[in-house]
Nanobody, 124 residues
Framework: QVQLVESGGGLVQAGDSMRLSCAASGRTLTRITVGWFRQAPGEEREFVGGISWKAGNTYYADSVKGRFTISRDNAKNTVYLQMNSLKFEDTAVYYC?????????????????WGQGTPVTVSS
């Protein structure tokens, strides 16, 4: 089973950019689809975006489309979430998750492994 560790969170101002990393161990990411989720206080965990192991296809939630970009570096066994034009409402704990199926899934229950999360706070 793959183990995931997120990093890169912190405090930024609205309009700033931030890049989160999701480092994997225990299994290569070349056959793993990775999803990014976030959870704000008092809210349910929501899908942000994901990248498939097949051709690196990406899929994003409408709320982040055009601002967030997911990429992967197989040599480093790491997936990245580049977040631009951050808004106050992007404040949340961000998680990466893994599944072995090829398609990007949008429900948390469809992922098998999770990282511990990294907090992102956007001040307005």
């Amino acid at each position: 089973q793959v183990q995931l560790v997120e990093s890169g969170g912190g405090l930024v101002q609205a309009g700033d950019s931030m890049r989160l990393s999701c480092a994997a161990s225990g299994r290569t990411l070349t056959r793993i689809t990775v999803g990014w989720f976030r959870q704000a206080p008092g809210e349910e965990r929501e899908f942000v975006g994901g990248i498939s192991w097949k051709a690196g296809n990406t899929y994003y939630a409408d709320s982040v489309k055009g601002r967030f970009t997911i990429s992967r570096d197989n040599a480093k066994n790491t997936v990245y979430l580049q977040m631009n034009s951050l808004k106050f409402e992007d404040t949340a704990v961000y998680y990466c998750a893994a599944r072995t199926l090829m398609n990007v899934a949008t429900l948390p229950a469809q992922y098998n492994s999770w990282g511990q999360g990294t907090p992102v706070t956007v001040s307005s």
